[in-house]
């Protein structure tokens, strides 16, 4: 990745995006950072980690579906545990999505994949018990370096992390390169996730967006696609 601050885990069948952001501060060599949507492949991500040093301090969640969080309970193990680990990483996700999360987690995810089309018996097979959210986020709630932004329609909860002074935007299921997130799953509105694209085009067009999945684009070369 061009910046420094910022790397990535591509994980999963449906190749979720996991972005890693370094927060500023270094204690014993290793650097604090944000884990976002750690969908799947644990190992994957925590061997990423280490191997760039940094310790996660948050784990944020755009939205609750589940490959965006498969990876959550192996990931605050990894790192509660162990010589790397520095303490629970506090995990945050929009208050309208926290169902996703903690003990009714499981039916959630399993009404979700149905409506998906997939197979309930599939969620059971790579199910793990999730957490309970620690933090539960409301439009304008600061966190960490970035401002929560309530972006509904992919589902009711889904956010956008903005780091104002960055530039940077991860827009989780919402926008994407070229695109936007699906609406037929429990949760998800067509009105308004055209009005949340609405809300992310009218921004800064030199924002880099960092989407859930696929490549990166800018808040300008979307709105050019979108508008002509």
């Not at 401002?147 to 002074?165: A, F, R």
């Amino acid at each position: 990745m061009a910046d420094k601050k910022i790397d990535n885990v591509v994980v999963g069948d449906i190749e979720t995006n996991c972005w890693l952001y370094r927060l500023e501060g270094e204690q014993d060599g290793s650097a604090p950072c944000i884990v976002i949507d750690p969908g799947d492949e644990a190992e994957e991500i925590i061997a990423r980690l280490k191997g760039l040093f940094w310790v996660p301090r948050f784990i944020f969640l755009t939205h609750g579906h589940f490959d965006h969080i498969l990876a959550l309970p192996a990931l605050i193990e990894a790192f509660v545990k162990g010589a790397f680990g520095n303490g629970k990483p506090k995990v945050g996700i929009h208050r309208l999505d926290a169902q996703y999360l903690g003990k009714g987690a499981f039916t959630a995810h399993r009404n979700s994949y149905s409506a998906a089309g997939g197979n309930p018996a599939e969620i059971s097979s790579l199910w793990k018990p999730m957490p309970e959210a620690d933090i539960l986020f409301e439009e304008g709630d600061a966190a960490g370096p970035f401002k929560v932004l309530h972006i509904p329609g992919h589902t009711q909860g889904s956010i956008g992390l903005y780091d104002d002074e960055a530039g940077v935007l991860f827009s989780g299921d919402t926008l994407f390169k070229g695109d936007w997130g699906r609406t037929d799953l429990p949760g998800g509105n067509e009105d308004q996730i055209q009005q949340s694209l609405k809300r992310l085009l009218s921004m800064d067009g030199n924002i880099v967006v960092y989407p859930g999945h696929g490549p990166t684009t800018s808040i300008g070369e979307e709105r050019q696609k979108f508008h002509g």
